[in-house]
């Protein structure tokens, strides 16, 4: 009795048609996700050449002249470039010291709580001011800060002082930015830890408990350890977004007298590519951004991965 033997198919594209064809299901549900990546992120990216053109509406994307990196060099010598550089640095810098850990800190507290009415609640206020657009957030803070109806400055002259000028002191105006983000943000953040802890095995908990630990050594010992993969993925992906800054946040709070530290790189693709109508310059922005969060990526999921940690990829 003669047996036959199986031929083996080999080369990438023939086995992967095989195993799509044996997970037929599992490819038609990530189908849509795979439409949208092409869609709206691969194929726009033809218009990064913009960056190396001259571009004019009128002669089309293909009729505009080719100028290489001269927009790249007026970027860079320009005379607000470093101080761009400083203050988007500086508000992401600041954001990331204040701003990430809370989301962590708040999600812990809220799994602390046992009540399950009470708890889901509190979720509930925290995660409203996401829902928020910025314009409401700005005129709550002007409506708050504000010398002349800010009820801050209300209470203040009230007590016999002077009034401050938070809006308009440059010295205010990161702290003011982060305290904002702070607010909106950080409840929508809870989100992942929360799922996370959620996939916490209860016989840690349980395994503690019999060893004495207190709910301060179970968060310490159990709880930290187990969304640590999580903490670091978001983490990594946090530094790809140090040179982007909440464009229309910092539009609205932005006047002439902090211009000194409010000019960052999303204003000034605006001014330049929206206003000024240099559309190539825009662009130009929007490349070195995306090139220096891929840096950025890169050199920390490096640094995670020899700290023997699990990167992103």
Same mark, same amino acid.
């Given at each position: 009795m003669k047996l036959t033997k199986r031929r083996q198919v080999t080369g990438f594209w023939p086995r992967l048609g095989i195993r799509m064809l044996q997970y037929k299901y599992m490819y038609?549900?990530?189908?849509?996700? =795979?439409?949208?990546?092409? #869609?709206? *992120?691969? =194929?726009?990216?033809?218009?990064?050449?913009?960056?190396? *053109?001259?571009?004019?509406?009128?002669?089309?994307?293909? &009729?505009?002249?080719? =100028?290489?990196? *001269? /927009?790249?060099e007026s970027l860079f010598s320009d005379n607000n470039f470093y101080i761009m550089l400083r203050n988007t640095f500086s508000i992401n810098l600041i954001g990331l010291v204040f701003m990430f850990? #809370?989301?962590i800190l708040l999600a812990l507290m809220l799994n602390e709580v046992r009540h399950e009415a009470f708890k889901r609640f509190n979720q509930s206020i925290v995660y409203l001011p996401h829902? #928020?657009?910025?314009?409401?957030?700005?005129?709550?803070?002007?409506?708050?800060?504000?010398?002349?109806v800010g009820i801050v400055n209300k209470l203040i002259t009230g007590s016999g002082r002077e009034s401050v000028a938070f809006?308009?002191?440059?010295?205010?105006?990161?702290?003011?930015? @982060?305290?904002?983000?702070?607010?909106k943000e950080a409840g929508w953040g809870t989100i992942i830890f929360l799922a996370a802890m959620a996939g916490v095995d209860p016989q840690r908990y349980e395994a503690? =408990?019999?060893?004495?630990?207190?709910?301060?050594?179970?968060?310490? /010992?159990?709880?930290?350890?187990?969304i640590r993969p999580t903490i670091i993925i978001l983490l990594i992906l946090r530094l790809g977004h140090m040179v982007d800054i909440g464009f229309e946040q910092v539009l609205l709070m932005q006047n002439p007298l902090v211009l000194s530290v409010s000019e960052v790189?999303? @204003?000034?693709?605006? @001014? /330049? &590519?929206?206003? *000024? &109508?240099?559309i190539s310059a825009g662009v130009t922005v929007g490349m070195f951004k995306g090139f220096v969060g891929l840096v950025l990526v890169m050199v920390s999921n490096y640094v995670v991965k020899k700290l023997g940690h699990e990167g992103i990829y």
């Open positions: 038609l549900l990530a189908l849509p996700g =795979v439409l949208y990546f092409i #869609l709206f *992120k691969f =194929v726009p990216m033809w218009g990064l050449l913009i960056a190396f *053109k001259d571009y004019n509406p009128f002669s089309g994307f293909w &009729g505009s002249p080719w =100028v290489g990196g *001269k /927009h790249f850990p #809370l989301p829902f #928020l657009s910025w314009v409401v957030v700005a005129s709550m803070t002007f409506f708050t800060l504000s010398t002349d809006l308009t002191n440059p010295n205010y105006f990161w702290g003011m930015i @982060t305290a904002q983000n702070m607010w503690a =408990v019999v060893d004495g630990a207190s709910r301060w050594r179970q968060i310490w /010992h159990v709880t930290l350890p187990a790189f999303d @204003t000034y693709a605006y @001014t /330049h &590519g929206i206003l *000024k &109508g240099q």
